[in-house]
Nanobody, 114 residues
Framework: VQLQASGGGLVQAGGSLTLSCAAS????????TSWYRQFPGKQRAMIAA???????AYADSVKGRFTITRDNAKNTVYLQMNNLKPEDTAVYYC?????????WGQGTLVTVSS
């Protein structure tokens, strides 16, 4: 499975962005897709996840502001980010898990100005 992440950019605090993660290849084998983010000098940390059945989970830091959804017809997972804060500035990655493999998308930079 190949993942293509997009949608990052520069936004003012309080604004919104939507990230997209488009999957190609053996997409039917994906069990869950997650969004991670990485701050400079830190490890990647999961912030949102959605299972193939539609169950979702969020990190406390984004709960109530970010929403993860999926469009199965387009093999795409979205991360709607609202009320963005300067501390949300990071590189965002999508990640897919299947029974026999995992896959990372390339990062997309989100910069939130104060």
């Amino acid at each position: 499975v190949q993942l293509q992440a997009s949608g990052g950019g520069l936004v003012q605090a309080g604004g919104s962005l939507t990230l997209s993660c488009a999957a190609s290849g053996s997409t039917g084998s994906i069990r869950a897709t997650s969004w991670y983010r990485q701050f400079p000098g830190k490890q990647r940390a999961m912030i949102a996840a959605i299972s193939s059945g539609g169950n979702t989970a969020y990190a406390d830091s984004v709960k109530g502001r970010f929403t993860i959804t999926r469009d199965n017809a387009k093999n795409t997972v979205y991360l709607q980010m609202n009320n963005l804060k300067p501390e949300d500035t990071a590189v965002y990655y999508c990640y897919a898990q299947a029974n026999t493999f995992t896959s990372w998308g390339q990062g997309t930079l989100v910069t939130v100005s104060s």
